[in-house]
């Protein structure tokens, strides 16, 4: 079955540290998103990238980086500059320049030791 | 600058009974209008979506309703049931840009039996 894959379900960071969030899909869609949720504030965009090799920032990008050298993969690291790390962490992708929806994976929970 | 603001931010409702969640939108740009379930540990799903040349979209006991003059829409849950119970998030986007969904701060939903 096609779908997005997000590894791993739980993660943990100690301060200082950098962690990579894994996100793989088989949809062959074009674009991938990372977004950051924090209880109350919805959903908020950190990266996309809409073709492979390349990548925007979103809304709060400081703090993380992102890759894209494969169609199917889209990791984030989430660097020791983000100060406040603790999150769910959800990825999406969906077709570029359609609107049909967004495909979202099941989420990394990230929490700082 | 919240694109789409979104309320209530929780909902309690009887089982049975009528679930409303309202959301509305400045960028009249914005062409898709989808909601999204988030049940507890899991990634959003889309649930339903309208475009603006219609009022009205009706799938199963869940209606989208389409006021594009006061730039508002929202969720009609008929029938709510307790598996109902879950986040709904309303979002906005625009063809041609860079596709990216704008979302709403979200609304916790409980259906009591």
């Known amino acids: 079955d096609g779908g997005i894959t997000q590894s791993p379900k739980y993660l943990f960071r100690k301060e200082g540290q950098n962690v990579t969030l894994s996100c793989e899909q088989n949809?062959?869609?074009?674009?991938m998103y990372w977004y950051r949720q924090d209880p109350g504030q919805g959903l908020r965009l950190i990266y996309y990238?809409?073709?492979?090799?390349?990548?925007q920032k979103g809304d709060i990008a400081e703090g993380y980086s992102v890759s894209r050298e494969k169609k199917e993969s889209f990791p984030l690291t989430v660097t020791s500059a983000q100060k406040n790390p603790t999150a769910f962490y959800l990825c999406?992708?969906?077709?570029?320049?359609?609107?049909?929806?967004?495909?979202f994976g099941s989420g990394t929970r990230l929490t700082v030791v | 600058q919240q694109q789409v603001k979104q309320s209530p931010q929780s909902l309690i409702v009887q089982k049975g009974g009528i679930s409303i969640i309202n959301c509305a939108y400045e960028?009249?740009?914005?062409?898709?209008f989808p909601w999204y379930q988030q049940f507890p540990g899991k990634g959003p799903a889309l649930l339903i979506a309208?475009?603006?040349?219609?009022s009205e979209k009706k799938e199963g006991r869940f209606t989208i309703s389409f006021n594009k003059s006061a730039k508002q829409f929202s969720l009609h849950i008929m029938d709510s049931q307790p598996g109902d119970s879950a986040t709904y998030f309303c979002?906005?986007?625009?063809?041609?840009?860079?596709?990216?969904?704008?979302f709403g701060t979200g609304t916790r939903l409980t259906v009591i039996p």
């Open positions: 949809l062959n869609h074009d674009a």
């Open positions: 990238s809409q073709i492979v090799n390349d990548f």
């Open positions: 309208i475009r603006p040349d219609v």
């Open positions: 960028n009249t740009a914005f062409d898709y």
């Open positions: 979002a906005a986007s625009m063809r041609g840009g860079a596709n990216n969904l704008f």
């Open positions: 999406a992708s969906n077709y570029r320049g359609q609107d049909y929806g967004y495909t």
